[in-house]
């Protein structure tokens, strides 16, 4: 029973680096998010998707950008990677409502020198 | 202002003790409410929801007041094992979708 898995858990990267993150999911859940957190701004939501080849900006879109082929997998890429990203990224997933219970994953600890 | 609000603490509280935090929340269209856990480095986990008749489990009780517009979450007979932060979501589905977390509150209970 894996549920919701993060990889790489540890990244440092370089400035204008392109980095991609990767979440995938064995539930079938419906919704996917990414959520960045960081101290003093707690979670804060990047991008969410509701279905397959359905997705949405979230609080802080601006850098990154998400893809959804498969309802399992929902990947998170900077596309040049900046100082002010470093961060703790968490993927999590939820049900057919978005509603309803959030489950995360382990994370993945981003730093960009 | 922050849509939704907590007390980052830390609460230290002794062991057996009851401790209460509050979350309040700006906007009236929130539809659902949650307490979830995090340990340090860990990600979150769901604690309970939060019904508007109040609902309890185990020795954590939570309760809403829509009226007031904030949620409250009471542990009694603290333990060790609650050291945590704890963080209040508000969720909220109107146009763009809402699901936000507060910055968390930090229990240590002390032996």
């Known amino acids: 029973d894996a549920g919701i898995t993060q990889s790489p858990r540890y990244k440092i990267t370089e400035t204008g680096r392109q980095v991609t993150l990767m979440c995938h999911q064995t539930?079938?859940?419906?919704?996917m998010f990414w959520y960045r957190q960081d101290l003093g701004h707690g979670l804060r939501l990047i991008y969410y998707?509701?279905?397959?080849?359905?997705?949405d900006k979230g609080e802080v879109p601006d850098g990154y950008v998400v893809s959804r082929s498969k309802t399992e997998n929902f990947p998170l890429t900077l596309e040049s990677a900046t100082r002010s990203q470093t961060s703790v990224y968490f993927c999590?997933?939820?049900?057919?409502?978005?509603?309803?219970?959030?489950?995360f994953g382990p994370g993945t600890r981003l730093l960009v020198l | 202002r922050k849509e939704v609000e907590q007390d980052p603490g830390p609460f230290n509280v002794p062991e057996g003790a009851t401790v209460a935090f509050n979350c309040t929340y700006s906007?009236?269209?929130?539809?659902?409410f949650f307490w979830y856990r995090q340990d340090c480095r860990k990600e979150p986990k769901l604690l309970m929801s939060?019904?508007?008749s109040g609902n309890e489990d185990g020795r954590f009780t939570a309760q809403l007041n829509r009226a007031s517009q904030y949620i409250s979450l009471l542990i009694r007979d603290s333990k060790l094992s609650d050291s945590a932060t704890y963080l209040c979501?508000?969720?909220?589905?109107?146009?763009?979708?809402?699901?936000?977390f507060g910055t968390g509150t930090r229990l240590k209970v002390l032996a």
């Open positions: 539930w079938s859940h419906s919704y």
């Open positions: 998707s509701a279905a397959a080849d359905i997705t």
């Open positions: 999590a997933s939820s049900g057919t409502s978005g509603e309803q219970t959030q489950y």
């Open positions: 906007n009236s269209a929130s539809q659902s």
């Open positions: 979501v508000v969720n909220r589905i109107s146009g763009t979708y809402k699901y936000i």
């Open positions: 939060v019904y508007s």
